[in-house]
């Protein structure tokens, strides 16, 4: 029991990660680019055409209670890293922020999953995200992990880079691809900060 409660990020994802590869396979077919495609094409269906009640090419989505199973998952693991991370640091604010703004775009990004509330959800949780992401790598900054500096600053880059893609609506034809990429760099991501870093790490941080 110890041992998943420690390891109930990674296996979260794991599932949720397994739930919407298998929405993939029951995906009808239909993407921005052409709508009679058969089948989820990695490169040019967003994974929220797997959470339509109808695909693109106007079919029944079969995908859907696999893919919302899967979301549910993956926020739910996200939300709990926020809450073990948020532990780890000193200053109060920024604690509080990491915790409760991370809890909210948790919930708001399982919200998505709805069609009707899908745009909005997505811009507020994105930019709660966004947001908390800051923090984090602020503070992974001010302490000496060297890698974990990288790496963060590179995967925020990244991360603003895809928010601008999205919010501008430009490069659109790479927006799918970009999305998948952003979706694994954060895990991996959020893995690495949840297994590489401790609450010592921090504690030297007061401002």
Do not use: C
């Not at 089948?39 to 055409?49: A, E, L, T």
């Not at 399982?110 to 930019?127: C, E, G, K, R």
């Not at 928010?163 to 991501?189: C, G, N």
Request: no cysteine; proline share 3%.
């Amino acid at each position: 029991m110890n041992m998943i409660k420690k390891n109930s990020i990674l296996i979260g994802i794991i599932i949720g990660a397994v739930f919407l590869i298998i929405a993939t396979f029951y995906y009808p077919g239909g993407n921005v680019n052409n709508e009679f495609s058969k089948g989820y094409d990695w490169m040019h269906n967003y994974i929220s055409n797997l959470l339509r009640p109808l695909a693109v090419n106007g079919m029944d989505n079969p995908a859907r209670p696999w893919a919302v199973v899967g979301i549910f998952f993956l926020t739910a693991s996200f939300g709990i890293f926020f809450v073990k991370f948020s532990a780890r640091i000193r200053i109060k604010n920024v604690s509080f922020v990491i915790k409760y703004f991370g809890i909210l775009a948790t919930i708001l990004g399982f919200l998505a999953v709805s069609p009707s509330l899908h745009d909005i959800m997505v811009t507020l949780s994105s930019s709660l995200t966004l947001l908390i992401f800051f923090y984090i790598t602020v503070m992974i900054i001010k302490s000496k992990l060297l890698i974990l500096k990288i790496v963060s600053i590179l995967f925020l880059l990244i991360f603003y880079f895809g928010a601008y893609m999205y919010f501008t609506r430009s490069y659109l034809e790479f927006m799918p691809l970009m999305q998948k990429i952003i979706f694994l760099i954060k895990i991996v991501w959020i893995l690495s900060l949840e297994y590489f870093t401790q609450k010592e790490d921090f504690q030297h941080i007061t401002k």
